[in-house]
């Protein structure tokens, strides 16, 4: 049955307004014009996803005590914890895209993209829509973007150097289109034995990379648009595999997702130690309750974690 629709009739409020809704329903707020200025450059709207933790009834009514340091050291803590997944993100991004990069070129020549053989094709999938968008990211001459999107000197290089053919190979390529499309190359990719050698390095299978790249390129998009990662139920969950399945929960909250980033980075840029900068985060804001998340209260105890190696 469907629900019975009505006109929107919230009024717009100042930000004055906005201010005395809090405070009238129980959030303590010790300086007044601090809370307007976040309300100013932050927004009430993004503000009241960090409320909602702090709330005792759907009447919105805060928990007692609740400060609005409280509530805004809730949303630093979301922003920084974007910050450090973005880090990871792109260093896998880069990793992945170069073992595609050189796997194919190795077997099938710098070129390898424009032969659309190498590609399962389907609803999500089009080899010629794939060409499309390679000639706008490299501002192809021919391309509704054309010379404005091209500003790689490296791509000015190849488009007045050569004419054929007529796409830069693969490496120069890689470095402007966004991991969304890797990973929908990467699955598409038709030769099962090439895309199991792409993943050699990371010891997983190719099934498993599909998944994994497919979750983190959602994760990616979530921190691009400054969603919110804590205590979010991810809609889009990382395959478990065999190896590594006692280490996954079975929520979809960002504990999941973080193991898929610790594992890839161990074999990327171990040195950069990606998951004790994760624990300093948490230790940095000691109130947030890592829970939410789906994080056991021991984790940096497991070995798989190595936080105190």
């Known amino acids: 049955m469907s629900q019975i629709k009505e006109p929107f009739t919230k009024p717009s409020l100042t930000l004055d307004e ?5 405070a009238s329903r129980g959030l303590y707020i010790p300086d007044r014009n601090r809370l307007l200025h976040y309300l100013k ?15 005792a009834d759907d009447l919105h009514h805060f928990k007692t005590g609740t400060t609005f340091q409280d509530v805004l050291d809730l949303y630093i803590f979301d922003r920084e914890l974007r910050l450090l997944v973005m880090d990871a993100i792109e260093r896998i991004e880069v990793a992945v895209r170069s073992c595609i990069s050189n796997t194919m070129s190795r077997h099938h020549g710098p070129h390898w993209f424009i ?24 501002g192809h001459p021919n391309s509704p973007t054309g010379n404005a999107k091209r500003r790689e000197i490296f791509l000015e290089h190849y488009y007045s150097k050569y004419n054929e053919p007529e796409l830069p190979p693969c490496w120069m ?8 499309t890797w990973s929908l190359v990467f699955s598409h990719l038709k030769d099962s034995a090439m895309k199991q050698e792409i993943c050699e390095p990371f010891e997983i ?13 959602y994760m990616r998009n979530l921190c691009a648009h400054h969603l919110r990662i804590w205590n979010r139920s991810f809609s889009i969950t990382p395959m478990k595999m065999k190896k590594y399945k ?3 929960s079975s929520s979809m909250s960002f504990y ?14 171990d040195g950069s130690r990606w998951q ?14 890592i829970q939410a998340m789906g994080f056991p209260a021991d984790w940096r105890d497991d070995q798989f974690w190595r936080i105190n190696r």
């Open 115 to 138: 032969n659309e053989s190498h590609f399962i094709q389907d609803d999500r999938f089009r080899h010629v829509e794939l060409i499309a968008k390679i000639k706008r990211e490299t």
């Open 41 to 55: 450059f932050i927004g009430y709207y993004r503000l009241s996803g960090y409320c909602l933790f702090y709330q």
């Open 205 to 217: 299978h190719y099934k498993v990379m599909t998944s994994w790249l497919h979750s983190v390129n």
């Open 246 to 248: 006692k280490y996954f």
């Open 276 to 289: 004790k900068r994760l624990a300093d985060l948490f230790d940095k804001h000691a109130s947030v309750p």
């Open 173 to 180: 390529v890689a470095e402007v289109m966004p991991i969304g």
């Open 18 to 22: 906005q201010a005395d809704l809090l």
């Open 256 to 269: 999941d997702q973080a193991v898929v980033l610790h594992i890839l980075m161990s074999v990327i840029a």
